[in-house]
């Protein structure tokens, strides 16, 4: 079965082209909150073309969002293209894990849904280096053991560039120096080390918290820039979310 699974972020689209339950292909976009559905559609089938995927050749949509504005706007997208409705997941959709808060989003849900089918039989830290930095930690069995939310590397580094007169924009990646002599080396060395260290902690205490040393799956936009500098995360995957929502919506059909 092909599926294509959205997940609708606050700052990105990512859509995953799935042939059974592997990821074969994915895809980017930014996320305007106010875009058209006609917009979408065009955009949308634009990168099938890109990707040489055929609309009819898709048998399921499977989709999760954050930006309740852009859910129906999407929806209706899709019936454009695909004739079909999509399968919308939240954290209200029944799977092996507990949620046990009304106010979880969907995407640190869908990330322990995937964390918890992919590597059970032991305790799960999922990092996700998105609009925001999130820490969620999933049991063996399935219970959620909490959730930290800190601001996001890009959001803490767009809010300091707008914030300041003279600080530029830089691109984020290891600097050669901790102690940097100009001034792109200081902030690259201030966001990559100083997030780096709350990372750590997140985990150091979480690890303390539950009594455990947890498996660590990083995912979300600048993960690839953290995973080479600990040895703390374990895994980099950039699919993470998307496996997540598949999981959710791969045995449901469309309301």
């Not at 930690?137 to 909490?146: D, I, K």
């Not at 201030?190 to 997140?202: A, D, I, K, P, R």
């Not at 820039?225 to 059909?253: A, N, Q, S």
Request: proline letters at 4%; a neutral charge; charged letters at 20%.
């Amino acid at each position: 079965m092909n599926s294509i699974v959205i997940n609708v972020g606050n700052s990105n689209i990512r859509f995953g082209l799935f042939n059974d339950d592997n990821c074969d292909i994915s895809w980017v976009i930014n996320t305007k909150p106010y875009r058209t559905a006609d917009e979408l559609y065009v955009q949308m089938l634009m990168l099938y073309q890109t990707y040489k995927i055929q609309p009819k050749e898709i048998d399921k949509i499977i989709m999760g969002s954050v930006v309740p504005q852009l859910t129906k706007v999407m929806s209706s997208a899709i019936r454009k293209i695909h004739g079909i409705n999509p399968v919308i997941v939240d954290r209200n959709t029944p799977s092996g894990v507990v949620a046990k808060s009304k106010q979880m989003g969907t995407d640190i849900y869908a990330n322990l849904v995937a964390a918890h089918n992919m590597y059970p039989d032991r305790k799960k830290i999922v990092l996700d280096f998105g609009t925001a930095l999130t820490a969620s930690c999933v049991a063996e069995n399935g219970e959620t053991l909490g959730v930290i939310i800190a601001p996001g590397i890009v959001t803490a580094l767009n809010s300091l560039i707008r914030q300041t007169a003279q600080l530029p924009e830089i691109e984020l990646v290891k600097p050669k120096t901790v102690l940097g002599l100009d001034t792109v080396t200081c902030m690259q060395s201030g966001m990559v080390y100083g997030f780096l260290g709350m990372v750590e902690g997140f985990i150091d205490r979480i690890n303390d918290e539950v009594e455990d040393k947890c498996f660590v799956v990083a995912t979300g936009g600048v993960s690839h820039v953290y995973k080479p500098l600990t040895d703390k995360i374990h895994v980099m995957d950039r699919l993470h979310t998307l496996k997540g929502l598949y999981f959710l919506g791969k045995d449901l059909e469309a309301v």
